[in-house]
């Protein structure tokens, strides 16, 4: 307790931590209270918006500014969108490839051109959202009316959400586009406990005492599938500069075992409407097709798991495909004198490095599977809906992962000022990558 106090006492000493702590806490306020702020028009009460599925999933993120039909109900997801766009165009087309490579000036046109970007989603996901979600007996104005009012409003709330990331990372502490998912997840987890401890009552105190102890194991596992790593040795060439002998020192390359995030759970969920959909078509004409229907309309039946685990698997494998360049990656080491002990540089090293790329993946991508399914586990095992999506899939990687990369920049404040990090068993490690990357 002595320690977190000291601690504590070290972060707010540092005058530009503790302003860019208070920043970020300014901002993410004024985040929230957009999100409780419903659209010009609508009558709140009346509202009976159905967020089953991946609809769920966005309300999650949003902190329920969705189902609200809230200002911001759309949120930063339109911006998320035109990012991976973006980012599979850069690894599908030379144009944006060799923009990558022109460094600031080129980074910025991506920019530029994910903003615009943003802009057109918005407007398409806002027209589509104001037209089948909002019932018509909930509006006390004229349909057009609002329909229009909504469409720039909802426009300018999401473009609104990613000027307070963009400040939360210039000004604040941490990735802001992540904070503000995060943000909108955590909202929902004192509400998620209440819930869980009132459908216990006073009986299952015991049962709910063993949740928590059990959600705790379950976000360490998280902790370790995001921080794993394989470190492949590299040793690099002396070179003799003047009279000076440079380099001869060995690093390591860390090959993540989970190098594709939470994307491969973002793709496989967004397909998993598609079995339901086509059964659907023919579920009057055939039994089985019936029978389909109603096995994929649930997350918690095993035909939906094992279908949304392979989808995983294999998005786990593509992704890092696309995402992790092993030809790349021996190149740059070929140019700067660096070598893999007992492997010849160039095409052996990529091979060598793809290698053990794959050999990582598949335990990787298992185990990220196994995160996924743990809410359908823990719903069949009586846990409300609610309190049993913290025990895994997207919205528990974003959580850990966004504290963990925030606490990393603390404790480089920290260390710069030659205070003890934060944790005494060793260094805080941070994502390589972003949540919205």
């Not at 977190?4 to 970020?24: D, M, V, Y």
């Not at 909002?134 to 009316?145: E, M, N, Q, Y």
Request: one cysteine or more; hydrophobic letters at 50%; charged letters at 15%.
């Amino acid at each position: 307790m002595n320690r977190l106090i000291t601690t504590l006492k070290n972060i707010f000493s540092i005058e530009e931590l503790r302003t860019r702590i208070l920043n970020t806490l300014l901002f993410i306020t004024v985040f929230r209270l957009g999100s409780a702020i419903v659209l010009p028009g609508v009558d709140p009460k009346r509202l009976d918006i159905n967020t089953g599925g991946l609809l769920g999933l966005l309300d999650t993120f949003l902190g329920g500014a969705f189902s609200k039909a809230s200002i911001f109900a759309l949120g930063i997801m339109p911006y998320i969108s035109a990012s991976i766009a973006i980012q599979l165009l850069t690894l599908a087309l030379p144009y944006f490839q060799k923009m990558q490579k022109e460094g600031e000036s080129g980074r910025k046109k991506l920019n530029q051109i994910t903003r615009v970007l943003t802009i057109g989603v918005t407007a398409v996901q806002a027209l589509t959202y104001i037209r089948t979600t909002i019932p018509a007996d909930a509006l006390f104005i004229d349909r057009g009316l609002f329909t229009i009012s909504s469409l720039f409003i909802l426009t300018a709330g999401t473009i609104f959400c990613m000027w307070l990331g963009e400040r939360i990372t210039d000004k604040g502490i941490g990735n802001g586009i992540s904070m503000i998912i995060m943000i909108g997840i955590v909202s929902r987890f004192p509400g998620a406990i209440l819930g869980e401890f009132q459908s216990r009552g006073s009986s299952g105190l015991l049962i709910f005492v063993l949740e928590l102890v059990a959600l705790y194991f379950v976000v360490m596992g998280a902790v370790m599938l995001t921080q794993a790593v394989r470190r492949i040795p590299i040793q690099y060439a002396k070179q003799v500069i003047g009279n000076k002998v440079v380099g001869g020192q060995r690093q390591y390359l860390p090959l993540k075992l989970n190098a594709a995030g939470v994307m491969p759970i973002i793709f496989a969920q967004a397909l998993m409407f598609i079995p339901t959909y086509l059964a659907g078509l023919f579920a009057e004409k055939s039994d089985f097709a019936a029978s389909v229907q109603n096995a994929f309309q649930s997350y918690t039946t095993w035909q939906y798991n094992v279908l949304f685990a392979l989808l995983i698997i294999v998005f786990t494998f593509f992704y890092t495909a696309i995402s992790v360049n092993p030809t790349q990656i021996a190149d740059d080491m070929k140019r700067s004198g660096g070598f893999i002990p007992g492997v010849k540089p160039g095409i052996a090293t990529s091979d060598y490095i793809g290698m053990v790329l794959d050999r990582i993946t598949l335990p990787g991508a298992v185990m990220l599977a196994i995160v996924a399914i743990l809410p359908a586990i823990a719903n069949l095992l009586g846990m409300t809906t609610g309190f049993a999506q913290f025990f895994g899939g997207t919205s528990l990687l974003i959580m850990v992962g966004v504290v963990l990369d925030t606490l990393q920049q603390v404790e480089s404040y920290l260390l710069m000022r030659r205070y003890e990090g934060l944790m005494k068993s060793g260094r805080v490690q941070g994502r390589a990558e972003t949540v919205a990357a």
